[in-house]
């Protein structure tokens, strides 16, 4: 049966728009199965760790830390050393004799100097550990700021494409009105304009989001986006001394103290113990003579030993002062991006709750003007129109979201914390 011009467009429109409600409604549902899906955000920084020069870094620390913790764990301040010596006598009377000495020196450790040096190892074995949680907490922001970056793109580009959707649904509506003789070939020129610019802008959101997801694959390894986690409730945000850069800063501060003191404990060279065995020829068929020898060798702790020291100690005091001003600038620093980050998930929060109002009243406003529609007293430019407002605030809205999300992490960042 042959349907009336007038009826046409009508039942056209009104599928339409029930398409592009259930259109409007489907990125909910669809996001939702697709976070489901995703790496959480602890396996996204995992990777990115794994992949990161700081790893390499933190490694080569933690050997170093290690080493001077064994150096420090020996009974000898230094390596020992072997000494050698020969003596043969000259002239008719010395024919034959011969004197050979062979010794070992051994340094040994200051007084109190030893256990100095260990606590300095293990002062450089605890900010090495510190240093890695630092390191991995940057690393962090990293991924978080990247995957905030990632959510916003897929907002824009879930945007374009419904928008190009729509504008095309719209041009092939008013086509057939244009042939049906209710609208002016005009018209459809404007339609198809609006629609293949729509699609350039699709194109265009594709291309940012496919370099975004690049540069995602490169940090972290992974092809797919990870998902955003809530902060933990009840959390107060508040600066807490177990942030991973305060305690670094911490660590470092002990570290350079351990080493002033270490460096005042070495004030000059250290006793050494010698032990040689000594063989001597008498010559003229005389039996030859062994013996055993032990010395101990006592530096004079006078005598400018306080003066070569100097230098030293001057070193040491400088990084204990250097690394008390970058704790408290450190303290300072953080206190201040936790700050600005919590104003910025208020102001996040705020805005999202009016882009989720906003995208409501266009969504019932739709609603509405669908039924007018249906009832033929609105026209279908406006009913599309109407349409293509109500999709474009269900995409701003859920951009927003992705802010809000990324707002969150920034402050779970500046807080210290590692999901």
Do not use: Y
């Not at 070569?308 to 400088?318: D, K, V, Y």
């Not at 408290?328 to 882009?355: F, I």
């Not at 003007?369 to 109500?390: H, N, Q, V």
Request: aromatic share 4%; charged share 20%.
């Amino acid at each position: 049966m042959k349907l009336p011009p007038w009826l046409a467009p009508w039942l056209a429109g009104s599928a339409l728009a029930a398409s592009a409600l259930a259109c409007a409604a489907q990125p909910l549902s669809n996001s939702a199965a697709l976070a489901a899906s995703r790496p959480s955000l602890a396996q996204a920084i995992d990777a990115a760790w794994q992949r990161s020069a700081e790893v390499t870094q933190s490694q080569g620390q933690q050997r170093q830390a290690r080493a001077e913790q064994a150096v420090a764990s020996s009974w000898l301040a230094a390596p020992p050393a072997l000494q050698l010596s020969q003596r043969e006598g000259r002239g008719s009377g010395a024919s034959g004799q011969r004197e050979t000495e062979v010794g070992v020196a051994l340094p040994l450790w200051r007084i109190g100097a030893r256990a100095t040096a260990g606590q300095a190892a293990q002062a450089g074995l605890d900010w090495s550990a510190a240093a890695e949680r630092a390191a991995r907490l940057h690393v962090a922001g990293q991924v978080r700021e990247a995957l905030g970056q990632l959510s916003g793109l897929e907002a824009e580009q879930r945007l374009a494409a419904l928008q190009s959707q729509l504008l095309g649904h719209l041009a092939e509506d008013v086509e057939r009105r244009v042939k049906a003789g209710d609208l002016a070939p005009a018209d459809a020129m404007a339609a198809r304009a609006e629609w293949l610019s729509s699609q350039a802008l699709e194109a265009e959101a594709a291309l940012k989001l496919h370099a975004q997801q690049t540069q995602w694959q490169l940090l972290t390894g992974l092809a797919v986006a990870a998902r955003f986690e809530p902060p933990p409730a009840g959390a107060t945000f508040d600066l807490d001394e177990a942030h991973p850069e305060l305690q670094l800063a911490a660590r470092a501060v002990d570290r350079a103290q351990r080493q002033l003191a270490l460096a005042q404990a070495q004030r000059g060279d250290g006793p050494e113990l010698g032990v040689n065995l000594r063989q001597e020829r008498p010559g003229q068929g005389n039996p030859a003579l062994n013996s055993i020898g032990v010395a101990l060798r006592l530096p004079f702790a006078a005598f400018g030993t306080e003066t070569h020291a100097q230098p030293r100690i001057a070193t040491a005091l400088s990084e204990v002062d250097m690394a008390l001003t970058q704790q408290q600038r450190t303290r300072d620093r953080l206190a201040a991006e936790l700050e600005l980050a919590r104003s910025q998930l208020q102001g996040a929060q705020a805005q999202t709750r009016l882009e989720t109002q906003r995208a409501t009243l266009l969504r019932e406003r739709a609603g509405h003007i669908d039924k007018a529609f249906k009832a033929g007293e609105a026209p279908l430019p406006e009913l599309l129109r109407a349409l293509s407002a109500a999709a474009q605030a269900e995409a701003a809205s859920e951009r927003q979201q992705a802010h809000l999300r990324l707002a969150q992490a920034r402050l779970q960042q500046a807080q210290g914390l590692l999901p």
